[in-house]
């Protein structure tokens, strides 16, 4: 789908980070935006500094009826929705190895991080389906792509949410509704999550405790770390995906190689399957 002035989009977790700078690009190309956060003093702040086109709407996204009354709220305020962009997104606390994790932590992820989308889905994409018009984006991460060690919950989440977008791209295919599905895989972009993740990879524990393969894994994504995307970089990449109606868009590549690792393992297991 082409970004054009006039458009209408929504855009979860919006009061900073990647959702701040999707808002921010949407609003200078002329879309009126409806910034949905958890933190109202934020999520005002930030409209309030991106202008008139930005409107703030607080809810929690995994409360499905909340993401709901906003969906009817937009709609009567701006009359019509062509871009859903399901962003809301939190870290795990806890960078443990997955039979020691936290079982409320990982609830509180996936509560987020997959059902935060799921409501999202329900409550504006039949808005899109009615139209016959619009996309969605979805903000996955590569993690959703590669098994990324002592994030279990985060990474299950993210491709979850993967899985999530292809099936709901092949459900419009199938029934021949012209709306589009993009699901971003960023690395990591400069925002205050990741500040989080710089204080689980530097943790010093990790040094006495890991071997030296997975103090080798550890150190390639605190490199990764340092050679991270501004947000507003990441949001251009991204829009750019959208544009071109790719479903998987990869802002930051693939660094350290884990998305193709994996990718290349399913092929060879393909491979291994032809009789
Ligand atoms: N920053 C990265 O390196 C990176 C990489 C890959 C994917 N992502 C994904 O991008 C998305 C945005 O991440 P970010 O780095 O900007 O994070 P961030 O923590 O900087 O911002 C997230 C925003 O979401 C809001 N939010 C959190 N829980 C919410 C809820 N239940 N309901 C409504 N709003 C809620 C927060 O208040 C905050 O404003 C997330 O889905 C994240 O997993 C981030």
Redesign the pocket.
């Known amino acids: 789908m082409l970004i054009e002035s006039g458009q209408v989009a929504v855009v979860?977790?919006a009061?900073?980070?990647?959702?701040r700078a999707l808002a921010a690009e949407l609003v200078g190309r002329g879309v009126s935006v409806a910034l949905?956060?958890?933190?109202e003093d934020?999520v005002r702040k930030t409209a309030g500094e991106l202008g008139d086109a930005a409107v703030p709407f607080v809810?929690?996204?995994?409360d499905g009826d909340a993401v709901a009354s906003v969906a009817e709220r937009l709609l009567a305020r701006f009359g019509r929705l062509d871009l859903v962009v399901n962003?809301?997104?939190?870290?795990p606390n806890d960078g443990k190895p997955l039979w020691e994790a936290d079982l409320a932590d990982w609830r509180r992820v996936v509560e987020?991080?997959l059902f935060?989308v799921l409501h999202g889905i329900r409550a504006f994409v039949p808005h899109l389906v009615a139209a016959e018009r619009g996309h969605v984006l979805n903000?996955a991460?590569?993690a959703g792509l590669t098994g990324t060690p002592l994030s279990a919950s985060y990474g299950t989440s993210k491709h979850a949410v993967v899985a999530l977008s292809e099936v709901l791209r092949a459900e419009l295919e199938m029934l021949g509704l012209p709306v589009g599905v993009t699901v971003a895989c960023?690395?990591?972009?400069r925002?205050?999550?990741?500040e989080g993740t710089r204080e689980v990879v530097e943790f010093p524990q990790w040094a006495e405790r890991l071997g030296d393969n997975a103090a080798a894994v550890l150190a390639a994504i605190a490199e990764t770390l340092g050679d991270?995307l501004e947000p507003d970089e990441a949001a251009r990449r991204i829009l750019a995906a959208v544009e071109a109606d790719r479903l998987h868009a990869l802002p930051g590549g693939d660094p350290g190689g884990a998305a193709r690792h994996r990718a290349q393992r399913v092929i060879d297991a393909v491979a291994a399957a032809q009789p």
């Open positions: 979860t977790g009061a900073q980070g990647i959702g949905v956060d958890l933190h934020e809810a929690d996204v995994t962003n809301a997104g939190v870290a987020v991080n935060g903000i991460s590569l960023p690395a990591f972009v925002t205050p999550m990741v991270m």
